[in-house]
């Protein structure tokens, strides 16, 4: 792992994760501190009050679960073995999307956002789908979240849709914008 503040984030994933005792360990008080900083800081990530530290156990267990049965990726972002970031994609349930896979979260602490830890977390995500064989990666993101929608732009998504006005919170309502990732058009 790298020691200075401007160096490459270590991206590791979940066979990584599971085999560094310390980290593993670590992992969900460190991904509940950064999703509940976040939203408390009004982040488009699909909660509308931070989630508890529960909640966060009960979708990371989900999420290992998925990808140690070959359904799903999680990627987590250290500097200095302090997590920074997290993101996973997990395939459709549906039978028949299951050739297909949603990237559902991508999250990177506020105090090193701007740095390329999303870049990397989403690169990392999608050469895992690449290899996993998914078909179409597809995401959505809340239309004002203009800095992540750039990012999955420069990476590759093109716009499949929209919903206006969807998104609600508390009074406001803001797009839906669904974005994909055809490998399958990518050679
Ligand atoms: C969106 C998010 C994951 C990006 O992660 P990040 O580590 O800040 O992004 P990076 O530093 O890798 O930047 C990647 C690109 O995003 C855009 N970007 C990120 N932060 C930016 C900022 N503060 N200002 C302008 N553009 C920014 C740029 O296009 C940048 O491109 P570049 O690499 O050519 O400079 C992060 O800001 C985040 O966690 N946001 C809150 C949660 C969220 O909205 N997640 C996405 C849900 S769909």
Not at 36 to 59: I, K, Q
Not at 132 to 150: M, W, Y
């Amino acid at each position: 792992m790298t020691s200075s503040g401007t160096a490459e984030p270590a991206i590791l994933g979940v066979t990584e994760l599971t085999s560094d005792p310390e980290l593993g360990a670590r992992l969900v008080e460190s991904a509940h501190r950064i999703l509940a900083d976040l939203v408390r800081e009004g982040a488009a990530l699909g909660w509308v009050e931070p989630p508890s530290r529960d909640e966060v156990a009960e979708l990371l267990g989900h999420v290992v679960a998925a990808v140690q049965a070959g359904d799903g990726a999680l990627r987590a972002a250290y500097l200095d073995r302090r997590l920074v970031g997290l993101g996973y994609w997990l395939r459709y349930v549906r039978p028949t999307h299951r050739p297909h896979a949603d990237l559902e979260k991508i999250a990177v602490d506020v105090a090193v956002q701007g740095r390329g830890v999303g870049r990397a977390l989403t690169a990392a995500l999608i050469a895992d789908a690449r290899r996993a064989g998914v078909e179409i990666l597809t995401l959505d993101a809340r239309g004002d979240n203009s800095d992540a929608l750039r990012l999955y732009r420069s990476l590759g998504f093109t716009e499949y849709g929209r919903l206006p006005d969807f998104v609600a919170v508390g009074e406001r309502r803001y797009d839906k914008v669904f974005y994909m990732l055809d490998f399958r058009r990518q050679g």
